[in-house]
């Protein structure tokens, strides 16, 4: 899942203060606390698979949070706005956290009061699935008494509906596990199954999707695929109404199923969500609905909400942010003061940076040019941007080191060692292509981080002989926009965790040449025949210990051979919010605070 303007399991840019760093030290932050250790068991803890649930594990109500009380206002202070509502577009994590709220699916990630352990149950059906057929087939049986906000029942019908719209051609932003599983193929020819969607009165056959009465929703595979009940808690499977599918409209003003409806939405501005009174938390084993009502204000830069949270005062005291965390210039000093730990909550995250190298125009399809841009390329200003070590590690591959497969000695461009870049070398490098002084338009997200990393990362390429132009992009289109095949950026960064843990929810959707299309998310455009097959094998590998280590031989090519891009960091997160906002909780597959256990006190 893409990270803010980023991905994470099913579902699911940080502010500095201070003067621009050009280079410096491999530190790049503050020395506030030494979270190595703990640092290594939250990754060690996500790598974990994560088991299936029964019936009795599907069983609502959902665990009471202790201290827990009805009522009350929270404020939410989002940076980005939400680009995308229909649960088939979201694909990145604000969304993703909005989505916990308001969407349901199947199944879905159950949580223990830490956040720290999980399992997928059923969520609107009984249990997390009855596999048969060595797991080619499927079935889920749904609950009694579930509804849509607006006292619609929820049947097979709709999540015929829900399925079979994947097909169309606007649904472009969302997850495509599903959709290459009912068609059995990996790349965008899913489509061809079912040409605009269930809109022209066709509907997939039988044998691939079975809704036999208004309770049944039964899935036939011609390959085995046993992470269907991973695949099925991801957002953009949560069900759509087929009574209220308004196609291309849905998506500023979907049918919700989740504890809470949307009031009022105003992009860029404003959103309220209040009470879905048809949500019954006995047929809900995941979310509680404590408060009566999230007031979102769009736009707040994280160093805005961090010092307004810090301040506490007014209707602070009960805000926090699902996705904004504590600003470069508040971490350390955040981290160091007892006072505020019980407001603040930190996790490490599934999401590894990249600077994409655009293979579509033509100067850089020269692997010299591209291995100049690698050597060039300071990370030391994204981390510090960040607020350095307390908030990113710096990456040597695209494997987290909460996913398994990742191997913390990669390091082939040499940032672990010298985060600063290597100007010289990749002068060299550019002078022997015959291309000093080429051009690079810098694509950046424009918030005050994203200014200041592609201000500094700019001055490094600078240094190597690149003619480099920075060009910004608005935060809440972000990910729209450099997904477009035809985007005129060089050079730009994108972030992203894995769907469950394993690297085959990383490598295929990002690097698989034959999903390259309009708001895919193989941004590079990556398309190279070996990486195509490898992918092709590392998804027969059934024992996961062999199959992890298949990925990072995958991993190790795309980045040392291929050089389509360049890791930058390993996300972590620390968040706060106010002092009367109570059941704060990190939690480790949405990546951020939990919303389904908040309540004011």
Request: glycine share 8%; charged share 20%; aromatic share 10%.
């Amino acid at each position: 899942m893409s990270r803010g303007g980023r991905h994470v399991y099913a579902a699911l840019s940080v502010l500095a203060a201070g003067a621009l760093v050009l280079t410096g030290c491999s530190k790049g932050g503050s020395d506030a606390s030494d979270n190595n250790k703990q640092d290594k068991e939250n990754a060690a803890r996500q790598q974990k698979s994560i088991k299936f649930g029964n019936a009795a594990d599907s069983t609502g109500p959902a665990a009471a949070v202790p201290g827990a009380k009805a009522g009350g206002t929270m404020e939410v202070l989002q940076r980005d706005s939400y680009a995308h509502l229909d649960p088939a577009q979201i694909y990145v994590s604000d969304e993703g956290s909005l989505a916990t709220l308001i969407h349901r699916g199947l199944t879905g990630y159950k949580a223990s009061a830490n956040g720290k352990t999980h399992e997928v149950v059923g969520d609107l059906a009984t249990d997390s699935g009855t596999p048969s057929d060595g797991g080619k087939t499927w079935k889920y049986t749904l609950k009694d008494g579930i509804k849509f906000a607006d006292g619609t029942p929820i049947t097979s019908t709709d999540f015929r509906q829900t399925f079979e719209r994947l097909f169309a051609t606007f649904i472009n932003q969302g997850p495509t596990y599903l959709q290459q599983w009912m068609a059995d193929t990996s790349g965008v020819d899913y489509r061809k199954l079912l040409p605009d969607g269930p809109y022209k009165g066709k509907h997939l056959p039988s044998t691939v999707l079975e809704t036999p009465d208004a309770k049944t929703v039964i899935f036939h595979f011609k390959s085995p695929h046993a992470d269907l009940p991973y695949a099925l808690a991801m957002a953009g499977y949560a069900v759509v109404s087929a009574k209220g599918d308004t196609q291309v409209k849905y998506d500023k003003a979907p049918v919700t199923s989740g504890p809470y409806k949307i009031q009022s939405f105003k992009s860029g501005k404003s959103m309220v969500l209040v009470k879905n009174t048809n949500w019954d938390p006995k047929t809900d084993p995941i979310r509680n609905q404590y408060v009566d009502q999230f007031n979102f204000t769009f736009n707040q830069q994280y160093e805005t909400s961090t010092k307004a949270l810090l301040a506490d005062s007014g209707a602070d005291q009960t805000g926090l942010s699902f996705n904004n965390q504590v600003d470069a210039g508040n971490l350390s000093s955040v981290l160091k003061d007892p006072k505020l730990k019980s407001r603040t909550i930190s996790g490490y995250q599934p999401y590894v940076g990249q600077m994409n190298i655009n293979l579509s125009h033509p100067a850089l399809k020269d692997k010299t040019v591209r291995e100049a841009i690698a050597y060039a390329l300071p990370v030391t200003p994204f981390l510090r941007a960040y607020g350095g070590t307390d908030a990113m590690e710096t990456a040597g591959g695209t494997i987290s080191p909460t996913v398994s497969g990742y191997n913390a000695a990669f390091d082939p461009w040499g940032k672990k060692k010298n985060p600063a870049g290597d100007p010289a070398k990749a002068k060299a490098l550019l002078k022997k292509a015959g291309k000093l002084n080429m051009k690079l338009t810098f694509g950046y997200i424009n918030t005050p981080e994203g200014q200041q990393y592609s201000t500094a990362m700019a001055a490094g390429l600078k240094k190597a002989g690149f003619d480099v132009q920075r060009q910004e992009i608005p935060a809440e289109t972000y990910y729209d926009q450099v997904s477009k095949l035809n985007n005129n950026y060089d050079i730009f960064h994108s972030a992203w965790g894995a769907d469950w843990p394993s690297a085959s929810t990383v490598i295929p959707p990002l690097y698989d040449g034959r999903v390259i299309a309009d708001g895919a998310q193989n941004y590079p455009q990556v398309n190279d025949p070996k990486v195509n097959a490898d992918i092709d094998a590392a998804n027969k590998i059934t024992d996961p210990v062999k199959a992890a280590a298949a990925w990072e031989k995958i991993d190790e090519y795309l980045v040392k051979d291929v050089v389509a891009f360049v890791p930058t960091a390993y996300y972590k997160q620390t968040q706060i919010a106010g002092s009367k906002v109570g059941g704060l909780v990190y939690d480790d597959v949405i990546g951020g605070v939990d919303p389904r256990r908040l309540f004011v006190k």
